[in-house]
């Protein structure tokens, strides 16, 4: 069936270093959306890449979508204590089923 | 706001039990979804449901059925509890991807989640 990796799936970090995370799908997607969840909380969705080579940014976070649209990767730029969490990547083939990735948790020494 | 409501944040079931997990959306979302959580494992689709009545096998089907008797509520039924069904369970809702003409982005929107444990 379809899957979509993601890596790596700790990373602790300094606060003010950067952070990022990868997607692999083994086939072409219809789009990508990124989640956020905080500890305790429940996945929030972040942002939706549906163009070969989309970049999107958000603040200190940015987004791309591969040109084959088979990879995604979320970089945030000098992080920051509110940043920790578990991002999580879920690729979307056809119209309805997203299939998310292992996640990344993000955590972060002040 | 959208709001995604699970009845019980927390179960204790006994190996055996018949457990229900039930989850009400206030959007008018056509879609809805079961989720479960394990570390290391991400979020595994069980079940989803396009429209009322409808419901497909997603990827760990096995063990749980659902119900979709109208479009606000889904439920996650466990006919038989086992351990290996301890876990985070998280529903969702969203619209679907193309409706009405529009391409709608998706998202799912979840609810706070249950946590189940199987003794």
């Known amino acids: 069936g379809q899957q979509v990796m993601q890596i790596p799936q700790y990373q602790h970090v300094q606060e003010g270093e950067d952070f990022t995370t990868y997607c692999n799908s083994s086939?072409?997607?219809?789009?990508i959306q990124w989640y956020k969840q905080r500890p305790g909380g429940h996945p929030v969705f972040l942002i939706q890449l549906v163009k070969s080579g989309e970049v999107k940014k958000q603040k200190r976070l940015t987004f791309q979508f591969g040109e084959a649209k088979k990879n995604s990767s979320l970089h945030i730029t000098a992080t920051q204590t509110t940043d920790v969490g578990t991002y999580f990547c879920a690729g979307l083939w056809g119209a309805q089923k997203l299939v998310f990735g292992q996640g990344t948790r993000l955590t972060i020494n002040p | 706001d959208v709001k995604v409501t699970q009845s019980s944040r927390y179960l204790v079931k006994r190996t055996g039990e018949k457990v229900f997990l039930e989850c009400v959306q206030d959007?008018?979302?056509?879609?809805m979804f079961w989720y479960r959580q394990d570390p290391g494992l991400g979020l595994r689709l069980i079940y989803f449901?396009?429209?009322?009545?409808?419901?497909e096998k997603g990827d760990i089907p096995e063990g749980y059925s659902v119900s979709r008797e109208k479009k606000e509520r889904f439920s996650l039924i466990l006919e038989s509890a086992s351990t290996n069904q301890t876990s985070m369970y998280l529903c969702?809702?969203?619209?679907?991807?193309?409706?009405?003409?529009?391409?709608?982005?998706?998202?799912?929107?979840f609810g706070e989640g249950s946590r189940l444990t199987v003794l």
């Open positions: 086939t072409t997607l219809s789009n």
């Open positions: 959007m008018d979302h056509e879609n």
């Open positions: 449901s396009y429209d009322v009545k409808m419901k």
């Open positions: 969702a809702s969203s619209f679907p991807r193309l409706a009405g003409g529009y391409e709608n982005t998706g998202e799912l929107f």
